[in-house]
């Protein structure tokens, strides 16, 4: 008998109901890998698989900590409410605001510049942002 291992991973198997489409695309949008997921709420990447392809319903404890980490409402989860997956919480918005909360870290001078660098890039593109709306 011959064990023959494959150094390739499984196929990624795509949601089969409508509660594991809610979950993925709200763990996506948001940001979130599986294990991401998965460690913000204190279990394994194949927990969240499992509610991702099998669409089974989670335990009450388990939906509300669900809802917590996404930051939705049991409606929009359980798909009572459209779910709200706007940009404003895009991966690549999410990965921005967080250079920008390390700016805290400069000196008052150099965030004023970098500010004013951003403003002026912003304006040279003709995106109509204006430097009085900047410092409110």
């Known amino acids: 008998m011959t064990l ?5 991973m499984p196929a990624k198997k795509p949601p089969k ?3 594991g489409e809610r979950l993925f695309a709200l763990r996506t949008t948001r940001g979130f890998t599986q294990v991401d997921l998965a460690k913000a709420l204190g ?4 927990v ?3 509610y991702e392809t099998k669409g089974e319903l989670p335990t009450p404890d388990f939906l509300v900590a ?3 980490v996404l930051g939705v409402s049991a409606d929009e989860l359980l798909g009572i409410k459209p779910a709200k997956l706007g940009p404003d919480n895009s991966p690549e ?3 921005l605001w967080k250079r920008f909360q390390r700016m805290e870290s400069l000196p008052e001078k150099d965030q004023r510049a970098v500010i004013r660098l951003i403003n002026s890039l912003v304006a040279s593109n003709g995106n109509g942002y204006s430097r009085a ?3 409110r």
Do not use: D, G, K, W
């Open 4 to 8: 023959t291992i494959t150094p390739e």
């Open 17 to 19: 109901t409508s509660f």
């Open 43 to 46: 279990t394994t990447q194949r």
């Open 48 to 50: 969240i698989s499992y």
């Open 66 to 68: 669900l809802v917590r």
């Open 93 to 95: 918005q999410r990965r």
């Open 133 to 135: 709306s900047a410092h």
